[in-house]
């Protein structure tokens, strides 16, 4: 899988899904829909700020809450390549790489507003272009990696059909 780099947006820590994607716009199958009101409690100005390409860097936690699928999905429709946070609530883990969305933990990291951030999944490594600062990233397995080079589980599934050693 390629190095995915992009302008950071950093938020703290115990984002919810929630405020991922309000559960009043849970109910809609229209990912453009889901794109314009993605962080909209937190930051009413994300989704007109976001780019294709840009990084969602975040504190402790991130995605804890409920188990919606749409929170990822709503990142991922509004052009976020990829979530950089210092942990992850499990189930939001496991629901951004099956849908094929890039997750990537670094324990401890500094990264400011605006930094270009550049993320090797294979290598593990996330940078901070502004600063030079190299992170350690939290190694992915490899069958994850494999999913996400896919674009998510269903079309892993499609193309190996089940379990792949």
Do not use: W
């Not at 829909?33 to 962080?39: D, S, T």
């Not at 700020?49 to 402790?60: E, M």
């Not at 979530?83 to 890039?102: D, E, M, Q, T």
């Amino acid at each position: 899988m390629k190095t995915l780099s992009g302008h950071a947006h950093v938020y703290g820590d115990n984002i919810d899904t929630d405020r991922i994607i309000p559960g009043k716009y849970t109910k809609t199958l229209d990912l453009s829909q889901l794109a314009a009101h993605v962080m909209e409690d937190l930051d009413p100005q994300f989704s007109r700020t976001v780019r294709p390409g840009d990084i969602l860097v975040a504190g402790q936690n991130f995605g804890c809450g409920s188990s919606r699928e749409q929170a990822p999905v709503a990142l991922k429709a509004a052009g976020i390549t990829v979530v950089v946070a210092k942990s992850f609530a499990r189930i939001f883990y496991r629901n951004a790489i099956n849908i094929g969305l890039p997750v990537v933990e670094v324990e401890d990291h500094a990264i400011a507003p605006g930094a270009t951030v550049t993320v090797d999944l294979e290598g593990g490594t996330v940078t901070d272009e502004a600063t030079g600062q190299a992170y350690r990233a939290t190694q992915m397995p490899q069958q994850m990696i494999d999913i996400l080079a896919e674009g998510g589980l269903v079309n892993y599934l499609a193309k190996y059909g089940g379990y792949r050693e």
